[in-house]
């Protein structure tokens, strides 16, 4: 029996990301308390929610790949996440402004039939230009990216925030690293093309 492949993330980015995989799969709503511990390095912080994520919906979906992601930035050691609003998105580029920001991604596919758990920390390097505080405020105003760690969609117009990047898979910095996705899956025993 084959197993069924589940994105346990309501988002639409990555589930956009997965469909060019050319794979069916569901999406689930992972109930996961994303608060970092005390201390918790930015990348412990994005592996255990990814895994906590796929793990929570993992039980739902027996015989099943289910995949757990979470995202952070940090600029000069402050992890920045979803800014969730207009304030907050403004605050954090004019933080990042003309700063190197590090995305980290956490990446774990979890196999509900053995209990195996691939988990991964993808880094993304992204170098922001000097942005002044109208360009900030033209840019939140437009693209509204308070659903996204760093406050910007580099796929729409964020990319006018950037002078480079830096990394091997650049839908990491999207929500999903499909690269090592794909590396897993294969692990598992998913024949892609």
Known sequence: MSLNLVLASTSPYRAQ?????GLPFETASPEVDESPFPDEAPERLVTRLARAKAEAVAGSYPDSLVIGSDQVAV???HVLGKPGDRDNAIRQLQQASGKSVRFLTGLCLFNSRTGRAQVVC??????FRQLSPEQVTRYVDRERPFNC???FKSEG???VLFERFEGEDPNALIGLPLIRLVDMLTSEGVELP
């Open 17 to 21: 990301l997965l469909t060019r995989l």
């Open 157 to 159: 117009l964020g990319i």
């Open 75 to 77: 600029v000069e050691g």
């Open 149 to 151: 760690a760093g406050s």
């Open 122 to 127: 993808e880094p993304y390097q992204v170098h």
